[in-house]
């Protein structure tokens, strides 16, 4: 089968693989769709040592399963896999489970290729109507769904402010998301001026360049970090309002920026947010298939033949798009 190899650092090489068999409850799914995630970049650029080279990255697919009972269903995958016997699984937690493993690390290859094993309980029935490439935006859009939806809870008030730091694509999904959710306001802090634009279109969503703009301290009810620098930590900790939360979505390195002691002595809710559960999984899969998240014109489409150059446009900062999904087929 063809497959896009990561085999180095800034190194992607399109490559003759066995088609993997299945093993235990996995199934095999020829893979239609895949979107490259910023942690495909992490690892790209070798600094992920979860995933080293050789290795087939993806894990943000959607394809037709190729065996089984299900065969020649049209799925989804929550690429998610973990024991259904562990505690917090059966909680319904699994996104917290010490046994959770994800596609794309070993030893489990990634959908970066005609084909990719997964677990049948991983797999959810693509709604009618929808594209494979919407559905591959399933993980993505879950993953702001989930950070979103926790951030609410926490605040407990309706119609909120909220700002989104990053317009990549857990950013831009999170700021649908939260318009989808009933937020006042909507803004969105990106420096790149071309991910901005794509934004424009989208009604209720205004974006700024915080380089450039300051909206204020206390400016907002809820933010959402989707970048997790110490110059993002920073102005989240000043712009969230007395009370408000910050929900820490952005997985860059480092530690540095929060201010501990605004964040004490305003009361600030500061919370992680990984993942997403099963539920929230289902449900960003129906918002695709119903059209709540708007055009999706933030989303760009390739082919998988093309998936190196991809990966170095993105490198390059070449793309205006948020997102780039690979077509295998």
């Given at each position: 089968?063809?497959?896009?190899?990561?085999?180095?650092?800034?190194?992607?090489?399109?490559?003759?693989?066995?088609?993997?068999?299945?093993?235990?409850?996995?199934?095999?799914?020829?893979?239609?769709?895949?979107?490259?995630?910023?942690?495909?970049?992490?690892?790209?650029?070798?600094?992920?040592?979860?995933?080293?080279?050789?290795?087939?990255?993806?894990?943000?697919?959607?394809?037709?399963?190729?065996?089984?009972?299900?065969?020649?269903?049209?799925?989804?995958?929550?690429?998610?896999?973990?024991?259904?016997?562990?505690?917090?699984?059966?909680?319904?937690?699994?996104?917290?489970?010490?046994?959770?493993?994800?596609?794309?690390?070993?030893p489990r290859p990634g959908a970066f290729a005609e084909y990719v094993t997964i677990p049948e309980r991983n797999l959810l029935p693509i709604p009618e109507g929808l594209?494979?490439?919407?559905?591959?935006?399933?993980?993505?859009?879950?993953?702001?769904?989930?950070?979103?939806?926790?951030?609410?809870?926490?605040?407990?008030?309706?119609?909120p402010r909220v700002l989104v730091q990053g317009a990549g694509a857990i950013g831009v999904a999170a700021a649908l998301v939260a318009r989808h959710m009933g937020a006042?306001?909507?803004?969105?802090?990106?420096?790149?001026?071309?991910?901005?634009?794509?934004?424009?279109?989208?009604?209720?969503?205004?974006?700024?360049?915080?380089?450039?703009?300051?909206?204020?301290?206390?400016?907002?009810?809820?933010?959402?970090?989707?970048?997790?620098?110490?110059?993002?930590?920073?102005?989240?900790?000043?712009?969230?309002?007395?009370?408000?939360?910050?929900?820490?979505?952005?997985?860059?390195?480092?530690?540095?920026?929060?201010?501990?002691?605004?964040?004490?002595?305003?009361?600030?809710?500061?919370?992680?947010?990984?993942?997403?559960?099963?539920?929230?999984?289902?449900?960003?899969?129906?918002?695709?298939?119903?059209?709540?998240?708007?055009?999706?014109?933030?989303?760009?489409?390739?082919?998988?033949?093309?998936?190196?150059?991809?990966?170095?446009?993105?490198?390059?900062?070449?793309?205006?798009?948020?997102?780039?999904?690979?077509?295998?087929?």
């Amino acid at each position: 089968m063809r497959a896009l190899v990561y085999t180095g650092p800034n190194q992607m090489e399109l490559a003759d693989l066995p088609v993997p068999v299945p093993t235990n409850d996995d199934v095999l799914v020829a893979v239609h769709a895949v979107g490259i995630c910023g942690s495909d970049m992490h690892a790209y650029h070798g600094h992920d040592d979860r995933r080293p080279a050789p290795l087939v990255l993806g894990h943000e697919a959607a394809g037709i399963v190729a065996d089984g009972p299900r065969k020649g269903q049209a799925v989804a995958i929550n690429p998610l896999v973990v024991d259904p016997d562990c505690p917090a699984a059966k909680a319904g937690r699994p996104h917290l489970s010490p046994t959770r493993a994800i596609i794309s690390m070993p030893p489990r290859p990634g959908a970066f290729a005609e084909y990719v094993t997964i677990p049948e309980r991983n797999l959810l029935p693509i709604p009618e109507g929808l594209s494979m490439r919407d559905a591959a935006l399933a993980e993505p859009v879950a993953v702001s769904w989930h950070a979103v939806r926790i951030g609410l809870e926490r605040l407990g008030q309706a119609a909120p402010r909220v700002l989104v730091q990053g317009a990549g694509a857990i950013g831009v999904a999170a700021a649908l998301v939260a318009r989808h959710m009933g937020a006042a306001s909507i803004h969105v802090a990106e420096p790149h001026f071309g991910r901005r634009a794509t934004l424009a279109p989208e009604a209720g969503i205004a974006t700024f360049d915080p380089t450039t703009h300051d909206p204020g301290a206390d400016a907002f009810d809820l933010v959402i970090d989707a970048v997790g620098a110490a110059a993002t930590r920073a102005d989240a900790s000043r712009l969230v309002r007395p009370g408000g939360v910050i929900v820490h979505v952005g997985l860059l390195p480092g530690q540095d920026g929060y201010d501990i002691r605004r964040i004490t002595l305003q009361e600030i809710c500061v919370t992680g947010s990984y993942c997403y559960t099963p539920h929230d999984f289902a449900d960003a899969l129906a918002a695709l298939a119903a059209g709540a998240l708007g055009g999706l014109g933030w989303v760009e489409s390739r082919m998988l033949d093309d998936g190196a150059q991809a990966f170095a446009d993105l490198d390059a900062g070449r793309v205006d798009a948020a997102k780039i999904v690979l077509h295998v087929v």
